[in-house]
């Protein structure tokens, strides 16, 4: 059975297709271990309690098994995006990227623990429970989507989806030692998603690898006509491939890289500049003169847009209701919301409620969206000049549960390298960069909109010249 | 800053029902995330556009025909509280 979880999805495929293992047999290896989990690194919120019917043997992915991000609405299987205002919630339909991937073979293993909304950073604002981080079960494994990085990372699922609003997959794929895609926004279909802010919400995949993370990547991109913020997405995701970056030009953004990066993360990531340097690519310093704001402004655009989606949980059409007895609708919609929302989330409300009310509105969010608007023409300029831009993802390995819950500040800068690239639109892959100290470090590499197939490219190229083993979390 | 009324303030436009206890954390709370934040105040962005949509796109438009959505009865059967043809709510008379 061991032997099952040590194969890549990719590698699993073939050998589903090859005959030489079967569907049945490596969804119930996945499945025991994912229901074994249980409070240990709670990473599920939901583990399906049987063999799934057989998927279309002939389909890509068949019988390759899928952990999804909560709030990913599943039919009839519970989606609560890791909130107690949407308890037992089990919706009528299917999120477009899940039901693709269905269509693509894949079986649904489970639904992940995640930040409630999406709303943190370390995964500890669930109302199911903090996840642990398999490295260090004393550590958080990121967030929002650490279920999903740290399912991976302990080998409870082959892969898994998230979705990363300013760092969601990249961050927890990098406290986790895994392969985090954020792609270009629009690249996936976002309906079925439950919404946290709509204009940066992006699904995307957590692998053990970068061919893996094309893999899944490939097979969920594309226009759907129930979002019509998506996209066509202008080529084939390819199998990732390479031996060496000849003729890659990296920059390296002086405002990401600089001030406020761990000392351990910081000597990975310049190592791994020499080893790209070595593999014949060519690293330039470069500027993004307002990437330094982009987290301020990112912090008054998703609140805006959170205070507005959650509008919806009102205690009306579906989750908690709290019954306030006398006919008083007004305090029905306040009891509930105060009831069944967690402290976070409540504090996003608030926040994007004041900078959309009158007389704040031009001064926080009208401004933050013209910062948007510089943070991304800095990319832009620095495309003319470079392929990708290459940063530490996150500015320190796992930190402790508990050492930044009472202070929103510190936990909201450790989306500081991850967030220009979501106010951008564009992708952004994190693979595994080492370790220091035990703990698994992040590199970062983002491209302009559609580089998908570069970026992964170059990403392989690294990984295979890295040779990061992961399996130690696994064991 | 941000003080106490203005956080009653917005909780109501926000339509949540804040505790003592979280009035007064939100009040120091948001008046340390807003401090940071305001350095975007410093910013010269004079005739910067706005952004309205991080890639190009211009009206996604499609034709205005009836399709098929879910049934009523499946709609409704999540719903804390199913009347026969809608969701039921608590008059908003008292308030």
């Known amino acids: 059975m061991s032997e099952l979880i040590e194969l890549t999805a990719a590698q699993a495929a073939a050998k589903i297709r090859g005959g030489d293992i079967s569907a049945a047999e490596l969804f119930e290896a996945y499945r025991a271990r994912a229901a074994a989990d249980g409070d240990d690194l709670n990473a599920f919120t939901w583990v399906a309690d049987g063999t799934p019917a057989e998927s279309t043997p002939d389909a890509p992915l068949a019988g390759v098994p899928l952990a999804v991000k909560d709030l990913f609405c599943t039919e009839g299987v519970p989606s609560q995006s890791g909130s107690k205002i949407l308890e037992g919630y089990r919706p009528p339909y299917t999120a477009t990227a899940v039901a693709k991937l269905a269509q693509a073979g894949t079986t649904l293993l489970g639904k992940t623990n995640q930040d409630e909304f999406a709303m943190g950073s370390s995964n500890e604002n669930s109302a199911y429970g903090p996840v642990r981080n398999p490295w260090d079960r004393t550590r958080v494994p990121g967030g929002s989507s650490g279920g999903s990085a740290a399912a991976v990372a302990a080998g409870l699922a082959p892969w898994a989806l998230g979705t990363d609003t300013g760092g969601s997959i990249r961050q927890p794929a990098a406290l986790c030692g895994i392969v985090g895609l954020k792609p270009t926004y629009g690249a996936i279909s976002r309906y079925g998603m439950i919404a946290f802010a709509s204009s940066l919400d992006q699904a995307g995949p957590f692998t053990r690898d970068v061919t893996d993370a094309a893999l899944l990547l490939r097979h969920m991109v594309g226009r759907d006509d129930r979002d019509s913020t998506s996209l066509a997405f202008p080529e084939e995701i390819a199998t990732p491939q390479g031996v060496d970056l000849r003729g890659l030009k990296l920059g390296v953004p002086e405002e990401l890289t600089g001030e406020g990066i761990e000392s351990g993360v910081r000597e990975a990531f310049n190592a791994t500049l020499a080893l790209a340097e070595q593999m014949g690519a060519s690293v330039e310093t470069c500027r993004l003169p307002h990437a330094p704001h982009a987290l301020n402004a990112y912090y008054l655009i998703a609140p805006a847009e959170a205070s507005a989606n959650l509008a919806r949980f009102d205690g009306v059409r579906y989750g908690l209701r709290v019954d306030v007895g006398a006919d008083d609708l007004t305090s029905m919609y306040t009891q509930t919301r105060e009831a069944g929302f967690g402290t976070e989330v409540k504090r996003r409300i608030m926040l994007g409620t004041y900078a959309l009310s009158s007389g704040y509105y031009d001064a926080y969010y009208g401004r933050a969206q013209q910062v948007r608007t510089k943070v991304a023409d800095d990319f832009r300029a620095a495309f003319e000049r470079f392929d990708l831009l290459v940063t530490p993802t996150a500015p320190s390995v796992a930190f402790r549960l508990g050492e930044k819950i009472d202070d929103p500040l510190a936990m909201y800068l450790s989306d500081v390298c991850t967030v220009p690239m979501s106010l951008a639109g564009i992708p952004a892959i994190s693979i595994p960069n080492g370790v220091s100290d035990g703990l698994p470090v992040g590199f970062q590499l983002c491209g302009p909109a559609f580089s998908e197939n570069r970026l992964l490219s170059a990403a392989y190229v690294l990984e295979q010249a890295l040779g990061f083993d992961g399996s130690t979390a696994r064991a | ?95």
């Open chain 2, 1 to 95: 800053m941000i003080d106490r009324a203005q956080v009653l303030h917005v909780a109501k436009l926000a339509r949540l029902a804040l505790s003592e206890d979280e009035v007064e954390r939100m009040s120091r709370e948001l008046s340390a995330v807003l401090d940071h934040i305001e350095k975007i105040s410093e910013l010269k962005l004079d005739g910067v556009a706005p952004t309205s949509h991080v890639i190009d796109v211009v009206n996604a438009l499609r034709p205005d025909e009836p399709r098929p959505s879910l049934p009523r009865d499946v709609a409704l059967a999540s719903a804390p509280e199913p009347l026969e043809q809608g969701f039921g709510v608590p008059s908003p008379g008292a308030s």
